[in-house]
C-alpha cells in the first residue's frame, strides 16, 4: 500500500505547533548561513541543545542516542512461573 503524504501532511506536519518548530529550525539554518558555517548541499546538520546551535556532519547527527528512544518501556514485564513437575 502506498504512503499517504497528504494525510501525514493533514495530521502532523500540517499543525500549527509543527508549523512553527519549522520556522524556528529554517531561522536557525538561515542564519548560520550568513555566518558561513553552512551552505546548501553541503552534507551537515544543525544541532541544538537548548539556545546553543552545533553544526555537524549529517549522518553524525542522526545517530546521536535521544532520551526519548532510550527510554525503557513502561509496560510490565510478566514472568512466568514454570511447573515443577
Same mark, same amino acid.
Do not use: W
Given at each position: 500500500?502506498?504512503?499517504?503524504? +497528504?494525510?501525514?501532511?493533514?495530521?502532523?506536519?500540517?499543525?500549527?505547533?509543527?508549523? +512553527?518548530?519549522? =520556522?524556528?529550525?529554517?531561522?536557525?539554518?538561515? +542564519?548560520?548561513?550568513?555566518?558561513?558555517? =553552512?551552505? $546548501?548541499?553541503?552534507?551537515?546538520?544543525? %544541532? %541544538?541543545?537548548?539556545? =546553543?546551535?552545533? =553544526?555537524?556532519?549529517?549522518?553524525?547527527?542522526?545517530?546521536?542516542?535521544?532520551?526519548?528512544?532510550? $527510554? &525503557?518501556? $513502561?509496560? &510490565?514485564? %510478566? &514472568?512466568? &512461573?514454570?511447573?515443577?513437575?
Amino acid at each position: 500500500m502506498a504512503r499517504d503524504y +497528504k494525510d501525514e501532511y493533514k495530521k502532523f506536519q500540517g499543525t500549527e505547533k509543527q508549523k +512553527k518548530l519549522r =520556522v524556528i529550525r529554517n531561522r536557525n539554518r538561515r +542564519k548560520l548561513e550568513k555566518a558561513c558555517r =553552512v551552505k $546548501k548541499g553541503d552534507g551537515k546538520d544543525i %544541532h %541544538h541543545e537548548g539556545d =546553543v546551535l552545533i =553544526v555537524m556532519d549529517a549522518s553524525k547527527n542522526r545517530g546521536l542516542p535521544e532520551k526519548s528512544r532510550l $527510554k &525503557k518501556s $513502561k509496560r &510490565k514485564k %510478566h &514472568k512466568i &512461573k514454570k511447573n515443577d513437575g
